[in-house]
């Protein structure tokens, strides 16, 4: 819909599988730089300060994935009680990172506080995902629940996933239960067990406009 705006993708998933969604393997994370790991063995160039090679060495791990869509990864991170300076350095440089995108999506190890310890910024909406059973649904609640304070008063909800045209009514009635919204349902689609989702899937275009309007995220008038 905005094929101008620039998107960060933010790999804050343990697993770092997002850059291979894309057929990237991004070596070069920020744990590297907390670690001193990255690759640069030059040490801190002379008149340069420490934040500024933090700040650069940042810059210089984000990834281009495809015109306006730039992923950066995470890895491990570090606590918040970590006196370090290296913590409070590396999170002014996320900051201004970030700060130069329209859009910034965080993929997340299970909730925000995973998130918080490496940055402490606000979230405009939180997505669950979860699939259509009570174990999921049972997940989802413990998600909400562990995320609900490091939201910062952004919405939170749930994206049903793989859906299949059966009942429903016990999910729906856990989610309620739960007091959890339902931002909108993502059916289940055979080829997408066998192919990689992609941007022009009529499936994925459909089910996004069904539930764009309901993120409670800025909007732009056209």
Same mark, same amino acid.
């Not at 933010?10 to 991004?26: C, K, P, R, V």
């Given at each position: 819909m905005?094929?101008?705006?620039?998107?960060?993708?933010?790999?804050?998933?343990?697993?770092?599988?997002?850059?291979?969604?894309?057929?990237?393997?991004?070596r070069?994370?920020?744990y590297?730089?907390?670690?001193?790991?990255?690759?640069?063995?030059?040490?801190?160039?002379?008149?340069?300060?420490?934040?500024e090679? /933090? &700040?650069?060495?940042?810059?210089d791990? #984000?990834?281009?994935?495809?015109?306006?869509? @730039? =992923?950066?990864?995470?890895?491990? %991170?570090g606590?918040?009680?970590?006196?370090?300076?290296?913590?409070?350095?590396?999170?002014?440089?996320?900051?201004?990172?970030?700060?130069?995108?329209?859009?910034?999506?965080?993929?997340?190890?299970?909730?925000?506080?995973?998130l918080?310890?490496?940055?402490d910024?606000?979230?405009?909406?939180?997505?669950?995902?979860?699939?259509?059973?009570?174990?999921?649904?049972?997940l989802?609640?413990?998600?909400?629940?562990?995320?609900?304070?490091?939201?910062?008063?952004?919405?939170?909800?749930?994206?049903?996933?793989? /859906? &299949?045209?059966?009942?429903?009514?016990? #999910?729906?009635?856990?989610?309620?239960?739960? @007091? =959890?919204?339902v931002?909108?349902? %993502?059916?289940?689609?055979?080829?997408?067990?066998?192919?990689?989702?992609?941007?022009?899937?009529?499936?994925?275009?459909?089910?996004?406009?069904?539930?764009?309007?309901?993120?409670?995220?800025?909007?732009?008038?056209?």
């Open positions: 905005f094929p101008e705006k620039s998107v960060l993708l933010f790999d804050n998933d343990l697993g770092s599988e997002l850059g291979h969604s894309f057929g990237h393997d991004i070069n994370t920020i590297g730089i907390r670690s001193g790991k990255h690759e640069y063995k030059t040490g801190i160039p002379e008149n340069m300060t420490k934040q090679f /933090v &700040e650069w060495a940042v810059e791990i #984000v990834a281009p994935i495809e015109e306006n869509v @730039d =992923l950066i990864v995470s890895w491990l %991170i606590s918040k009680d970590c006196r370090c300076p290296i913590t409070g350095q590396i999170n002014d440089a996320i900051l201004k990172l970030i700060d130069r995108y329209d859009v910034v999506i965080f993929d997340c190890e299970f909730d925000l506080k995973y918080n310890q490496l940055i910024t606000d979230i405009d909406t939180t997505i669950i995902v979860a699939n259509p059973t009570d174990e999921s649904v049972n989802a609640q413990r998600i909400e629940e562990f995320s609900a304070k490091y939201a910062a008063g952004g919405q939170i909800g749930v994206v049903l996933n793989k /859906v &299949e045209n059966h009942d429903l009514t016990n #999910v729906y009635d856990l989610l309620k239960k739960y @007091d =959890l919204d931002l909108g349902v %993502i059916p289940s689609d055979p080829a997408l067990k066998t192919f990689s989702v992609e941007r022009e899937s009529e499936l994925v275009q459909n089910s996004i406009k069904q539930f764009y309007f309901r993120l409670n995220l800025p909007q732009e008038v056209l």
